[in-house]
């Protein structure tokens, strides 16, 4: 069982934007996610991205990660890789997560960029 999906141009301002929320199937293991910052004139680099996970409909988000090193050497599960440092993800530019979802319900993305920007979102679960 896979499915995908996307958000694309996501507009966001300097204050965290919800910029997906993905309920996991159950039976689900594996995600895949790229985050694209926009390329426009008027698009800027991000300075914020929160990546945040529920193990229930009716929990709270428990944030994973949300700084520096959040991405880069303080992974911890169920974030399993990240390509780059989200919080400061330039105009133009894109990383890669994997996220480990079994027994997960629902995966959050929110980001704010240092100016109005766009950001892009594919993924895939497995």
């Known amino acids: 069982m896979a499915w995908s999906g996307s958000v694309e141009e996501k507009s966001v301002g300097t204050s965290l934007t ?3 929320e993905i309920i996991v199937q159950q039976g689900a293991m594996r995600m ?3 985050i694209k910052v926009g390329n426009d004139a008027g698009d800027n680099d991000l300075d914020q991205f929160e990546l945040a996970y529920k193990a229930h409909a009716d929990g709270d988000y428990i944030v994973l990660a949300d700084t520096s090193t959040d991405y880069t050497t303080n992974i911890k599960w169920p974030l399993l890789m990240s390509t780059a440092d989200l919080t400061t993800l330039g105009k133009g530019e894109n ?6 979802v079994k027994g997960i319900y629902a995966v959050r993305l929110r980001a704010a960029g240092s100016g109005n920007t766009h950001v892009s ?6």
């Open 32 to 34: 895949q996610l790229e």
């Open 18 to 20: 919800t910029v997906d």
């Open 95 to 100: 990383a890669l997560l994997t996220l480990e």
């Open 121 to 126: 979102v594919y993924w895939q679960v497995r």
